[in-house]
């Protein structure tokens, strides 16, 4: 679970940047950005299982 976070937050952050770097709208900075920051917030704070 965790690795699929953090690939969905690799991707957000992939999307952000080349929205940015493109003057692309706001609106896609903000999806991209608010979805980056709520799968690296839930990798930092909410405990994973581990198998075992």
């Not at 953090?6 to 950005?33: D, T």
């Amino acid at each position: 679970m965790a690795l699929v976070l953090f690939v969905i937050a690799c991707l957000s952050g992939y999307g952000y940047r080349r929205v940015w770097k493109a003057g692309g709208p706001r609106w896609q900075l903000w999806i991209y950005g608010l979805v980056a920051a709520a799968t690296l917030l839930t990798l930092g704070f909410v405990p994973m299982a581990v198998p075992g």
